[in-house]
């Protein structure tokens, strides 16, 4: 069944509004790369299972404004890599949000990655790059500033399969949907929790956590 059409200016000015509760500045160039992506993903989903969510209002805020809600806590790192992107989120809108950061993409299912990378190459988005590869197997250059995971299996898992990833002065950032209080009491303890926040996605009322870990814990302080 056609999914309706979506309206391009009523979409942009409202991304471009929720962006701007984030702390976001999306410029009319920004805000044209992400809705020409919007299409793309709804146009190749009817031929590939790509995501469940289709419609223009759940593009707008559980793929395009949930992924926004971690530029804020993105700092200063310039290396940063999405661990099991899919259909690239949450690493597509950050690379268009954060021009000055290099992004690296990666999955394991081949045709959701090869439309990420077609589409990166499609939109120029020049600081965006794209790799079909697993997390454990992953060859390329590792110690990122920044290893980002969204719905990517428990905590355990994720440090198992990303924590090689992070350099020695990175973080992990993993996106939850309630307070993933079990997942936290099996953390490793060779890992240091540095705190969980509570993420607000602009007219979403539903839980979104932001667990921060770091590879190692920091050394023991002196009369400690």
Known sequence: MNTPTLDEAGWQARLAEGARELGVELGAAQL?????????LRERNEQVNLTSIVSPEGILQLHMLDSLTLVPHLGDARRIIDVGTGGGFPGIPLAVACPNAEF????????KIRFVAESIAALGIGNAHAHAARAESYAGEKDFDLVVVRAVGS?????????HLVGPAGRLLAMKGRY???ELEQLPSGCRLEGVERLNVPGLDAERHLVVLARHKSPARAGK
């Open 155 to 163: 905590l355990v898992d994720v440090l198992h399969n990303a924590g």
């Open 180 to 182: 993933p209080r079990a």
């Open 104 to 111: 690296t993409l990666i999955d394991g299912t081949q045709k």
């Open 32 to 40: 044209g790369i992400l809705w020409r992506y919007g299409q793309m």
